[in-house]
Nanobody, 121 residues
Framework: QVQLVESGGGLVQPGGSLRLSCAAS????????MGWYRQAPGKQRELVAA???????NYADSVKGRFTISRDNAQNTVSLQMNSLKPEDTAVYYC???????????????WGQGTQVTVSS
């Protein structure tokens, strides 16, 4: 069983900053990709940022230059530093990890419970 535990959401004014963190625990052998998705009310879940085990990073166009993703492979953690936040960044943010529980096992997607980020004055 694999768990992803997120922390760091909250309420912030436009232009402010927040840092989200996520730690994976349980019987995970190797995590290939870790990332953050978000879902605003009435909208589909969308990728915010993701980083591979080798360090390749992908950002949504809407957050480029404002958000920074980082990862610690040894600790199985991923963080998202969010600067210059806008009201349109308001959403529930979900941590995601794609990995395997054993060598040669099938890869699965694992999700955190979500953390609310609200950008409002």
């Amino acid at each position: 069983q694999v768990q992803l535990v997120e922390s760091g959401g909250g309420l912030v004014q436009p232009g402010g900053s927040l840092r989200l963190s996520c730690a994976a625990s349980g019987s995970i052998f190797r995590i290939y990709v870790m990332g953050w998705y978000r879902q605003a009310p009435g909208k589909q879940r969308e990728l915010v940022a993701a980083v591979t085990r080798g360090g390749n990073i992908n950002y949504a166009d809407s957050v480029k230059g404002r958000f920074t993703i980082s990862r610690d492979n040894a600790q199985n953690t991923v963080s998202l530093q969010m600067n210059s936040l806008k009201p349109e960044d308001t959403a529930v943010y979900y941590c995601n990890a794609e990995g395997v529980v054993a060598p040669m096992a099938a890869s699965y997607d694992y999700w955190g419970q979500g953390t609310q980020v609200t950008v409002s004055s």
